[in-house]
Every structure is written in structure tokens, then in C-alpha cells.
């Protein structure tokens, strides 16, 4: 039996696709069994950021309808054996289905699926509440900015509410040389102010452009410093004790050392 | 240099112990729920309570939430008019 896990926010744009493609693609990496459900119904977007979108044929609702077997509407990814995607509709819209049919969705999955990840919609009305009804636990994503803290925190409450207890929070989009300067909240001062616990950070990276260009998780760069924290949040997941990565001052100064070649 | 002198001094004008600030206000209304015309209507009732003991100047009222260091407080401004007389 596996453990579904709903990525949510409240505010949209602040990383919710991205995380849920960079944790599946970490996960099957891994070794295990992964399915990642998009349920952004009507805004299919999961699909092109996993570089799948020509392989569709059907969709969740399709499943849900009885339309389309389950096993016919999953893909497989391209990188990995072990990893499928479940698309949204993109013609229907969030009431084609019911938090009822989404549990039962979900629960079979689970019987499939080691991990059974699903990519919120921004909002707080039916397409949240489907997103997270089937869901054991709940990761949050948050940029360091007012309006997306305080709709995290909406949302923790909501899914307080729902039953969904003890949810994770991923701070995104984070600029070492901005927290530095005092001019963008820190992961202290999120964490305090949202009283939940971390899963990890993410920096602003332009790696995640890149990889979102080319339909590859940045998880699976060696290289990029987003990479790499989308690495260390599935260990973490995964029950590791990984430290937070120290994050990397983008100065002119550290440009110009890295130029140099001079490694510190 | 700016950075260093930030670092050396400490920056209360720092935008982001201003986002702080501003967020936990915002917090401590939307986690108890309380909409603005809530707040309103608190306002009003807490008016006509003081007013059967003093005469206020309901212009000047102010009711609003106020943070220093831990602590978040209610905070009521009642410039008072007049102090009614106990009638015998
Ligand atoms: N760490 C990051 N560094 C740089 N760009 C990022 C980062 N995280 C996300 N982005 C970019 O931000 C945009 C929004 O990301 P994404 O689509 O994952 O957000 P979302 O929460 O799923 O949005 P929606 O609410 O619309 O579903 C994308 O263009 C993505 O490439
Ligand atoms: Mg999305």
C-alpha cells in the first residue's frame, strides 16, 4: 500500500507543478514505484513539464467517468521504467469530478503505487478540495513574499480542517544574495511565522527555466543548485537526515571567485 | 560596502522585517477570521458600551491590532469627551 501526497499552495505560479516533477522523477530515481497525478483540470500543465504531453490519449476524467481503463490513461515516462503520469482534462473543468470519486482514485493507485504525488490547481475551492481529499499528506510550497505566505498559511488551515495533519513546507524561488541584504524573508522567518515543519529550500535557479524548456526535471541535473535541493528533499522524504544545503551567495564577489576558478 | 554596513549596523528598514511585520497582522485577522467588517462591527458594539459610562468622541475611535516583540494585542483608542455624571 502506498502514500499519496498532495502539492498545494493556495497562491498560484509559486512552484507547485514543478516540485511535484522534480520529487517524482527523484522518487523513481530512487527505485520506487511512482504515479503523478495532475489535478489542474482545464490547465493541464504537469504533462509538458514532464516532456510527456505527446503521449496522451486520455485523462483523468476519462478514468473517473469510466470512460477509459486507468492502466490506458497512465503514461509511461521516457527516463524511467517505473514512473507514470495521470494527465488533467484540458477541455473539462474542476467540477467533472467530486472529492468522492478522487479518494477512490487515489486509494487505487495507492494499491499500485509505492508514491502517488498530486499537483494541486491554485485556489482554495473544488479543485484544492479534489487535489487534496484523496491525499495522505500534504507538502506546501511558499515563495518568500507576503501573499504567498499568507496563503500558505490559509492553507494549513484548510487543511487542518480536512484532517490533513503535520503538512511539510517547501520554500521556493529563495535569493541568498537578497537574504542577505535583508530584503527577502528568510527560512527562519517563514518557519516561524507558519509554525510547520521543513521539508527544504529551493533556490531561484534558472536551471529550472532550462529543464522546464526542455520537459526534463531539474532533478535529474547533476549540476544545477535547484537539482540538487530537489535531491536532498527526496531523501528527506524518504526518511534521510539530510542537512539544508548551505545556500550559495550570488554576489558579484562569489560571480567573480567562480570566474577566477578560485573554489572556496 | 552597503552590505557590510548593513550587516555591521543591522537594518530595521529591511524590507523584509517590514513584510513581517505586515504579515503577522494580516495573520492574526485572517486566522481568527476576522474580516474587516467584523472588526467593524466589533468596533460598534464596544462603542455602545463605553458610551453608557462616558461620552466618546467616535470620530477619534480607533480599534486595530497592534505586534511588539511576541505579542499581539487588540488595541482600542477612545478619546473620551465627557465622563457621565452617575445620576442619583
Ligand atoms: N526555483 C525556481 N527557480 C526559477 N524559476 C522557477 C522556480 N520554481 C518555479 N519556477 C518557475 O515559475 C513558474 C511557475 O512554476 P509552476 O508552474 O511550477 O507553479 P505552479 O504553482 O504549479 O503554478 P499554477 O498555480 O499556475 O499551477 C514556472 O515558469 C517555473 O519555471
Ligand atoms: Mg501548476
Redesign the pocket.
Known amino acids: 500500500m502506498g502514500e499519496a501526497i498532495v502539492i498545494t499552495?493556495g497562491?498560484?505560479?509559486?512552484?507547485?507543478?514543478?516540485?511535484?516533477a522534480n520529487i517524482g522523477a527523484g522518487l523513481a530515481q530512487a527505485g520506487h514505484k511512482v504515479a503523478l497525478i495532475d489535478a489542474?483540470i482545464g490547465?493541464r500543465?504537469l504533462d509538458v513539464?514532464m516532456g510527456l504531453e505527446n503521449r496522451i490519449v486520455y485523462d483523468l476524467v476519462d478514468v473517473v467517468e469510466g470512460f477509459a481503463k486507468l492502466k490506458h490513461a497512465l503514461i509511461k515516462d521516457k527516463r524511467f521504467e517505473n514512473l507514470y503520469l495521470l494527465p488533467a482534462a484540458q477541455t473539462r473543468d474542476k467540477t467533472a469530478v467530486s472529492p468522492q470519486q478522487m479518494i477512490d482514485l487515489v486509494d487505487r493507485m495507492k494499491q499500485e503505487f509505492d508514491y502517488v504525488l498530486i499537483?494541486s490547481?491554485?485556489g482554495i475551492e473544488q479543485g484544492f478540495k479534489n487535489a487534496v481529499a484523496g491525499a495522505d499528506r500534504a507538502l506546501v510550497?511558499a515563495t518568500p513574499e507576503v501573499a504567498s505566505v499568507r496563503d500558505a498559511d490559509r492553507i494549513i488551515g484548510l487543511l487542518e480542517a480536512q484532517e490533513k495533519h503535520n503538512p511539510f513546507l517547501i520554500i521556493?524561488?529563495i535569493r541568498p544574495s537578497m537574504v542577505k541584504k535583508g530584503d527577502m524573508m528568510d527560512i527562519d522567518d517563514m518557519i516561524e511565522i507558519l509554525a510547520i515543519e521543513l521539508l527544504g529550500v529551493?533556490?531561484?535557479?534558472?536551471?529550472?527555466?532550462v529543464s522546464?524548456n526542455r520537459g526534463e526535471p531539474a532533478v535529474l541535473n547533476g549540476q544545477s543548485r535547484?537539482g540538487e535541493a530537489y535531491r536532498n528533499i527526496t531523501r528527506r522524504l524518504l526518511g534521510e537526515n539530510i542537512p539544508m544545503m548551505k545556500l550559495e551567495e550570488d554576489t558579484l564577489f562569489g560571480k567573480l571567485r567562480k570566474m577566477i576558478g578560485f573554489k572556496g | 560596502m552597503f552590505d557590510l554596513f548593513a550587516r555591521v549596523f543591522g537594518r530595521d528598514d529591511a524590507s523584509k522585517e517590514v513584510a513581517k511585520d505586515r504579515l503577522r497582522l494580516v495573520l492574526v485577522q485572517d486566522r481568527s477570521s476576522l474580516s474587516p467588517q467584523a472588526l467593524e462591527d466589533l468596533k460598534n458594539d464596544l462603542l455602545k458600551v463605553i458610551s453608557q459610562y462616558m461620552e466618546i468622541d467616535d470620530q477619534g475611535f480607533k480599534v486595530e491590532f497592534s505586534r511588539n516583540e511576541n505579542t499581539t494585542a487588540l488595541v482600542a483608542n477612545i478619546p473620551i469627551r465627557n465622563v457621565k455624571r452617575k445620576s442619583l
Open positions: 499552495s497562491k498560484g505560479g509559486v512552484g507547485k507543478t514543478t516540485t511535484t489542474d490547465l500543465n513539464v499537483d490547481p491554485a510550497v521556493n524561488r529551493v533556490p531561484d535557479d534558472e536551471a529550472i527555466v522546464t535547484a
